[in-house]
């Protein structure tokens, strides 16, 4: 047995040389220094890929018995080991902060995703940096880390160019490289790149062929052959988290097409398919039973004949997009084989962060903004009808309809966002590991959870769960190691206790018994009535003899259910869930929620080139009036371009210059835009251009008249019918001088959006203005310094 030189437990490891003789001169011949080793982690670590699909149900991949082929996650499993009984939160967010952590998503401050993150402990999005991530301790322990794809654990206030890094991957999160995006989503053809902290542009156009899950699989498959080629001996942790199949459901038509006709007969006989083959694949037990569809989800047969073509679509294109998303998984997967270390890689295949999500309205969405901002009704089955061939290209920004996230979760109640149930919790997760797995094709069904993945791969690499990093005491990871599953099938789980909560939705196993109660729906985000906690009905489940949660046996077993009800409350005390917090779209407003916000008063100054500002990282302009002006430098040539832009092609609002003239417009989900053009031309010289929006006023999301004025004289009129009330893009940002990603208006394109003039500085102020439409320049920095 060869002893490991290192004491592992303080992280980083203490450098401590011993003591020797040290002599005057070089050439003397008893100078003698033991050679330099570079870190490694112990002999025989085994490398380390971790897959995160996003947004996939249970019931959605071919591997277990979906309609959507997954030939990767297929080979993995018939070379490795499926596990049918894996959690996750119900929510993407949380479950990465517990997978990079081995702790319970409120333990690190994550009780939902970080744009509704509050004061309170356990849904602050901060992490406790007694709470270090796996990233970082196996880099201290000698690996190369790397994560590729999307980083949802960054708080809002912390998300600008500036930081602070700390919650980033490439920070603090301990990955020495990362190429992905910052947020929840990202459009998948015009993406808003980072590489390490710095904001990039994406390497090609959608007209070119650009896929964001092409270009990760790139980085990924090359770091990894580099990594190889130049530190043969040291192990890599890869983390490979793709912003797919979360909406916008982006993918070439060709993959799309793949499934035309497929889902013709609806989502009601779709589950019975998936159902039935589920069983004959042995992924689900014999005498597992289908869950009921409940009444807030409409049959098949209930939905218009006129959209049911737009809902087959709908389908047709998410099946598409996860089925390319497990071609270029495998791409990343070859690579690792191709240089020879497939053998003793550790691959887990995570097929989904959460449930199957239901954030699409009951008819599917054309640009899934319209549901988050309380506009879903804009989107009508007419609408919807004439977008048809656009769904999954990149004039859209789709999300498929709740019939088809509740099929994909079969054979389980619910969806993502309901962590009460299966639906929203239960993802199918393969595990490959050559060297350590000598059984292929195997099945394990011991209950587990994703905090359970940090604990198992420090087992696998012979590394100790540190009791301190970077100075900081450590408190214990709350998982536990799955690697005593990997040789014995029929093992008993010694995971035997897991709480679960999300907006309420809560649920808590215990040794075979579930107690679950549903409290608030995904689709409902804008004023749903929602009953008091003590009176949420509780169910009760034996997941010994019912696999599904398919019988409710609360009215037999009363006491077991006050048991495990006050089991959940002990749990909630210990991890931080308390309060339960219910609240929905309200928490998106800073002052509600009580997070720190990082633009404070009523004005905000900007220059020229700044961008890749997220909507927290501006004054929000919405549900008021206010006022954009800018001081450009017109030289003899008409202006041209943007001077800002926040949002892009599916909402937002513009202050721009076309053949000389200011123009402002303001777009509503991409599907109304109003424009206020200026009766004439800026002239030359120096000068002040200004747009003031006068809000209606009495309620949320009303429009408003515009103004545009040229050195405070009025040079243009118009109005703003109706206004984005809560957010205008997941992924889109603010920009001044030019305009990343998609275009706000229709008038120009990101290519041609560069100012040609100069702008010396643009400032908006919110509600009426005390400066007669002209600002003193003298006066400007003072007035905005004040009202900081």
Same mark, same amino acid.
């Given at each position: 047995?060869?002893?490991?030189?290192?004491?592992?437990?303080?992280?980083?490891?203490?450098?401590?040389?011993?003591?020797?003789?040290?002599?005057?001169?070089? /050439?003397?011949?008893?100078?003698?220094?033991?050679?330099? *080793?570079?870190?490694?982690?112990?002999?025989?670590?085994?490398?380390?890929?971790?897959?995160?699909?996003?947004?996939?149900?249970?019931?959605?991949?071919?591997?277990?018995?979906?309609?959507?082929?997954?030939?990767?996650?297929?080979?993995?499993?018939?070379?490795?080991?499926?596990?049918?009984?894996?959690?996750?939160?119900?929510?993407?967010?949380?479950?990465?902060?517990?997978?990079?952590?081995?702790?319970?998503?409120?333990?690190?401050?994550?009780?939902?995703?970080?744009?509704?993150?509050?004061?309170?402990?356990?849904?602050?999005?901060?992490?406790?940096?007694?709470?270090?991530?796996?990233?970082?301790?196996?880099?201290?322990?000698?690996?190369?880390?790397?994560?590729?794809?999307?980083?949802?654990?960054?708080?809002?206030?912390?998300?600008?160019?500036?930081?602070?890094?700390?919650?980033?991957?490439?920070?603090?999160?301990?990955?020495?490289?990362?190429?992905?995006?910052?947020?929840?989503?990202?459009?998948?053809?015009?993406?808003?790149?980072?590489?390490?902290?710095?904001?990039?542009?994406?390497?090609?156009?959608?007209?070119?062929?650009?896929?964001?899950?092409?270009?990760?699989?790139?980085?990924?498959?090359?770091?990894?052959?580099?990594?190889?080629?130049?530190?043969?001996?040291?192990?890599?942790?890869?983390?490979?988290?793709?912003?797919?199949?979360?909406?916008? +459901?982006?993918?070439?038509?060709?993959?799309?097409?793949?499934? /035309?006709?497929?889902?013709?007969?609806?989502?009601?006989?779709?589950?019975?398919?998936?159902?039935?083959?589920?069983? *004959?694949?042995?992924?689900?037990?014999?005498?597992?039973?289908?869950?009921?569809?409940?009444?807030?989800?409409?049959?098949?047969?209930?939905?218009?004949?006129?959209?049911?073509?737009?809902?087959?679509?709908?389908?047709?294109?998410?099946?598409?997009?996860?089925?390319?998303?497990?071609?270029?998984?495998?791409?990343?997967?070859?690579?690792?084989?191709?240089?020879?270390?497939?053998?003793?890689?550790?691959?887990?295949?995570?097929?989904?962060?959460?449930?199957?999500?239901?954030?699409?309205?009951?008819?599917?969405?054309?640009? *899934?903004?319209?549901?988050?901002?309380?506009?879903?009704?804009?989107?009508?089955?007419?609408?919807?009808?004439?977008?048809?061939? *656009?769904?999954?290209?990149?004039?859209?920004?789709?999300?498929?309809?709740?019939?088809?996230?509740?099929?994909?979760?079969?054979?389980?109640?619910?969806?993502?966002?309901?962590?009460?149930?299966?639906?929203?919790?239960?993802?199918?997760?393969?595990?490959?590991?050559?060297?350590?797995?000598?059984?292929?094709?195997?099945?394990?069904?011991?209950?587990?959870?994703?905090?359970?993945?940090?604990?198992?791969?420090?087992?696998?690499?012979?590394?100790?769960?540190?009791?301190?990093?970077?100075?900081?005491?450590?408190?214990?990871?709350?998982?536990?190691?799955?690697?005593?599953?990997?040789?014995?099938?029929?093992?008993?789980?010694?995971?035997?206790?897991?709480?679960?909560?999300?907006?309420?939705?809560?649920?808590?196993?215990?040794?075979?018994?579930?107690?679950?109660?549903?409290?608030?729906?995904?689709?409902?985000?804008?004023?749903? /009535?929602?009953?008091?906690?003590?009176?949420?009905?509780?169910?009760?489940?034996?997941?010994?003899?019912?696999?599904?949660?398919?019988?409710?046996?609360?009215?037999?077993?009363?006491?077991?259910?006050?048991?495990?009800?006050?089991?959940?409350?002990?749990?909630?005390?210990?991890?931080?869930?308390?309060?339960?917090?219910?609240?929905?779209?309200?928490?998106?407003?800073?002052?509600?929620?009580?997070?720190?916000?990082?633009? +404070?008063?009523?004005?905000?100054?900007?220059?020229?080139?700044?961008?890749?500002?997220?909507?927290?990282?501006?004054?929000?302009?919405?549900?008021?009036?206010?006022?954009?002006?800018?001081?450009?430098?017109?030289?003899? /040539?008409?202006?041209?371009?943007?001077?800002?832009?926040?949002?892009?092609?599916?909402?937002?609002?513009?202050?721009?210059?076309?053949?000389?003239?200011?123009?402002?417009?303001?777009?509503?989900?991409?599907?109304?835009?109003?424009?206020?053009?200026?009766?004439?031309?800026?002239?030359?010289?120096?000068?002040?251009?200004?747009?003031?929006?006068?809000?209606?006023?009495?309620?949320?999301?009303?429009?408003?008249?515009?103004?545009?004025?040229?050195?405070?004289?009025?040079?243009?009129?118009?109005?703003?019918?109706?206004?984005?009330?809560?957010?205008?893009?997941?992924?889109?940002?603010?920009?001044?001088?030019?305009?990343?990603?998609?275009?706000?208006?229709?008038?120009?394109?990101?290519?041609?959006?560069?100012?040609?003039?100069?702008?010396?500085?643009?400032?908006?102020?919110?509600?009426?203005?005390? +400066?007669?439409?002209?600002?003193?320049?003298?006066?400007?920095?003072?007035?905005?310094?004040?009202?900081?």
């Amino acid at each position: 047995m060869v002893t490991d030189r290192h004491s592992r437990a303080l992280l980083p490891i203490p450098d401590r040389p011993a003591p020797d003789l040290t002599t005057y001169d070089a /050439k003397d011949p008893d100078t003698s220094y033991p050679p330099i *080793e570079p870190l490694v982690p112990p002999k025989g670590a085994p490398n380390i890929l971790i897959v995160l699909v996003d947004d996939t149900g249970f019931g959605a991949a071919s591997a277990f018995g979906g309609p959507c082929y997954t030939p990767t996650a297929e080979k993995l499993a018939g070379n490795g080991l499926k596990f049918n009984r894996f959690h996750t939160t119900a929510l993407c967010a949380p479950t990465r902060q517990a997978l990079l952590t081995g702790r319970n998503h409120h333990s690190v401050g994550m009780g939902s995703i970080t744009e509704t993150a509050t004061s309170a402990p356990g849904n602050s999005s901060l992490r406790p940096n007694t709470k270090a991530p796996l990233a970082m301790t196996l880099k201290l322990n000698g690996y190369s880390t790397a994560q590729f794809g999307k980083c949802h654990e960054v708080p809002v206030w912390q998300s600008s160019p500036m930081g602070p890094f700390d919650a980033w991957p490439s920070g603090g999160g301990g990955f020495e490289t990362f190429y992905g995006f910052i947020g929840g989503e990202n459009n998948q053809y015009e993406p808003a790149l980072y590489d390490g902290t710095t904001p990039i542009e994406p390497p090609s156009t959608p007209e070119e062929g650009y896929h964001l899950t092409e270009d990760l699989a790139d980085h990924a498959v090359n770091w990894i052959k580099t990594q190889k080629a130049l530190m043969p001996d040291k192990p890599f942790f890869v983390y490979f988290a793709p912003g797919a199949t979360h909406a916008p +459901h982006h993918v070439p038509t060709e993959w799309s097409d793949k499934y /035309k006709g497929k889902f013709a007969a609806g989502w009601d006989a779709q589950r019975e398919a998936t159902f039935n083959r589920q069983k *004959e694949m042995g992924v689900i037990p014999a005498d597992a039973q289908l869950t009921r569809r409940h009444e807030e989800i409409p049959s098949w047969d209930d939905m218009p004949a006129e959209l049911k073509p737009v809902l087959e679509r709908e389908m047709e294109v998410y099946a598409g997009f996860l089925e390319h998303t497990d071609h270029h998984i495998g791409r990343v997967i070859d690579a690792v084989d191709e240089i020879g270390a497939l053998d003793n890689t550790i691959i887990y295949y995570i097929i989904g962060d959460n449930g199957a999500s239901a954030e699409g309205t009951l008819n599917g969405a054309f640009n *899934e903004m319209a549901n988050f901002n309380g506009m879903a009704a804009l989107e009508t089955p007419e609408f919807m009808a004439s977008k048809i061939d *656009e769904l999954g290209t990149p004039s859209s920004y789709n999300h498929y309809a709740v019939g088809w996230a509740w099929a994909m979760n079969t054979p389980f109640q619910w969806t993502k966002q309901v962590a009460s149930h299966w639906g929203g919790t239960r993802n199918g997760t393969i595990v490959h590991w050559p060297k350590g797995i000598a059984e292929k094709g195997g099945l394990r069904s011991q209950f587990t959870h994703v905090i359970d993945i940090a604990p198992t791969i420090l087992e696998a690499a012979g590394l100790p769960e540190p009791t301190m990093v970077n100075g900081v005491m450590q408190s214990p990871m709350e998982g536990t190691s799955m690697l005593y599953t990997f040789a014995e099938p029929e093992t008993a789980e010694r995971h035997s206790l897991q709480y679960f909560e999300m907006f309420g939705n809560r649920g808590i196993y215990h040794k075979g018994w579930s107690a679950v109660t549903k409290h608030r729906t995904p689709w409902e985000m804008v004023g749903p /009535k929602l009953p008091a906690f003590d009176d949420d009905v509780w169910e009760l489940y034996d997941a010994s003899t019912d696999y599904s949660q398919a019988r409710n046996l609360a009215a037999e077993n009363p006491e077991l259910l006050a048991r495990l009800q006050r089991l959940w409350l002990i749990e909630a005390t210990k991890y931080n869930v308390l309060p339960i917090d219910d609240r929905g779209i309200e928490r998106a407003t800073p002052e509600i929620a009580g997070r720190p916000t990082l633009i +404070h008063g009523n004005t905000q100054l900007l220059y020229s080139g700044m961008g890749r500002l997220s909507e927290n990282s501006v004054v929000s302009i919405k549900n008021k009036s206010f006022s954009v002006t800018a001081e450009v430098v017109a030289d003899d /040539k008409p202006l041209a371009g943007v001077i800002i832009a926040q949002g892009g092609r599916f909402g937002g609002w513009t202050l721009y210059v076309k053949d000389g003239r200011a123009v402002f417009v303001y777009n509503v989900l991409g599907i109304h835009e109003f424009a206020t053009v200026a009766d004439s031309p800026i002239p030359i010289g120096t000068h002040q251009v200004r747009m003031e929006f006068d809000y209606d006023g009495g309620g949320l999301g009303k429009g408003g008249d515009v103004t545009l004025f040229y050195d405070g004289t009025a040079v243009g009129n118009g109005r703003v019918a109706a206004t984005q009330a809560m957010v205008f893009s997941a992924d889109e940002t603010t920009d001044v001088g030019y305009e990343s990603g998609t275009s706000v208006s229709s008038d120009y394109t990101g290519a041609t959006s560069r100012f040609s003039g100069r702008i010396n500085w643009v400032q908006i102020d919110l509600g009426d203005d005390d +400066h007669d439409h002209l600002i003193d320049p003298e006066e400007r920095l003072r007035i905005a310094i004040a009202r900081q």
